[in-house]
């Protein structure tokens, strides 16, 4: 149980007598809260269950932010926030970046997953109250999720790294390199899919809803390794990145949108999906990036051309009349990885290992589903990687892809700036948290 120390102060009566020391401390027991001690020390099943049901929950933290950022920093959508200016200032290169205002949550709002997966990680390594196949669920599961948040960490990060050690927060690793950082994920999710190798038929508990289809052992490693996946493209390894794509989800001929879900409610304990639009905050698609979409793209229903432009005017003016329509209920679900992303990423490969016609065929995938005709441009490695990244600009739209893509291809300045002196950003500067322990801990 978690301990809170409270002071006991007690009045002191005039002429009363008390051998009371009344700055004496007692330990009081929360009830509703284990400590770490009380799960790291032979968990139960029922905590064990816990630990991993409150992973699921967790793996949403931060993700709000995280999107907007990306997608503010990346140009193609901008928050028309009518508290805070720094989301079309700083955020756009306009006033210098702050690293200790709330746009950091991209970075340190996927903290708390990664406490969490190391908290269950330790508590299944000192437990007899289950078999070994649980304790390997439990694992598998902590090991894909700390995967994924130290990779949308890394994503806001960029060239600063990330730290893969926190396992002592008093003693946490130095930050790695971009490049041991992304090894160091890849191996997360390796661990992570060789334990849900070895976790037996089912799980022990009941997953979200948002998982239907991954709620197995061998199917939620497809889901791990379709997150694997990405890290092999951010890594530009392509040979094992084909290695990887027939082992996630993707299929050419399948639903676009399958994938596994975040899921909200609006009834407490659960929360709403925080993307909603609403008053003080209206999420709009970036005009020049819609203006210039194709006739008759499916992908447009993503956003609601308004007949009167949304126009902002706090620190930086700027107009468009698309705003976006992907969630409009506090029920609405938000994708981890769909199908459509594996299918892009098929067509990355096949580019990258010059593969033009099996390139174009899945491009031609995509576009049928949009509703548009064939490729028919050039088929050179540059040329149909151009044409992918300008599908996922539109496939992926708000889901935190532009920026990242278009900096892995070294193609930042390509990005439309659409208000006179804004600018892309590289990354976010390390959180003040992190510069701060560094200073002292040298």
């Not at 330790?122 to 289950?130: G, H, P, Q, R």
């Not at 061998?218 to 082992?247: C, E, G, H, M």
């Not at 925080?274 to 819609?290: D, Y």
């Not at 044409?387 to 291809?409: P, Q, T």
Request: with cysteine; hydrophobic share 40%.
């Amino acid at each position: 149980m978690k301990k809170h120390t409270s002071i006991m102060l007690t009045s002191l009566l005039v002429g009363g007598l008390t051998a009371c020391n009344p700055l004496q401390t007692e330990e009081v027991i929360d009830p509703n809260y284990p400590s770490v001690g009380a799960v790291t020390n032979n968990a139960t099943k029922a905590q064990l269950d816990a630990l991993s049901v409150g992973q699921f929950s967790l793996a949403r933290n931060g993700l709000s932010t995280y999107l907007l950022v990306t997608g503010t920093i990346g140009k193609e959508l901008f928050n028309f926030n009518g508290t805070e200016s720094r989301w079309m200032t700083e955020l756009n290169g306009l006033r210098p970046i702050d690293n200790s205002a709330f746009y950091n949550t991209a970075t340190t709002g996927f903290g708390l997953p990664v406490r969490q997966a190391n908290i269950t990680l330790a508590a299944t390594n000192n437990t007899s109250s289950v078999s070994d196949a649980e304790k390997n669920a439990y694992r598998g599961i902590a090991n894909t999720f700390k995967g994924l948040a130290y990779l949308q960490m890394l994503n806001a990060q960029g060239t600063n790294g990330v730290r893969l050690n926190v396992e002592d927060p008093f003693k946490p690793s130095k930050a790695a390199t971009y490049a041991e950082s992304l090894a160091g994920i890849a191996k997360f999710l390796d661990d992570g899919a060789s334990q849900l190798d070895q976790a037996g038929a089912a799980f022990p508990f009941s997953l979200p809803s948002g998982f239907a289809g991954f709620t197995t052992p061998s199917t939620f490693k497809r889901f791990n390794r379709a997150i694997a996946l990405r890290v092999a493209i951010y890594q530009a390894d392509w040979a094992k990145a084909a290695t990887l794509l027939p082992q996630t989800f993707y299929s050419a001929t399948g639903d676009l949108n399958v994938g596994p879900r975040h899921t909200y409610n609006p009834t407490p304990p659960d929360v709403q999906n925080p993307l909603l639009n609403t008053s003080s905050s209206q999420i709009v698609g970036v005009k020049e990036v819609f203006d210039a979409a194709e006739a008759g793209d499916k992908r447009l229903s993503k956003v609601r051309k308004q007949a009167t432009p949304l126009t902002y005017t706090s620190g930086v003016t700027y107009s468009t009349p698309y705003l976006t329509n992907m969630y409009t209920s506090g029920n609405d679900p938000i994708p981890i990885i769909r199908n459509e992303e594996l299918v892009l990423i098929g067509a990355e490969i096949a580019a990258q290992q010059n593969n033009a016609a099996e390139a174009t065929r899945l491009i031609n995938v995509i576009r049928t589903a949009a509703g548009l005709p064939n490729y028919a441009g050039a088929t050179t490695k540059d040329a149909l990687i151009n044409a992918i990244l300008k599908e996922r600009l539109y496939s992926l739209f708000y889901e935190g892809h532009r920026w990242v893509d278009m900096r892995r291809y070294n193609k930042l300045n390509e990005i439309i700036l659409p208000v006179a002196n804004m600018k892309v950003l590289e990354r976010l500067e390390r959180p003040v948290a992190e510069v701060n322990w560094d200073k002292f801990n040298p």
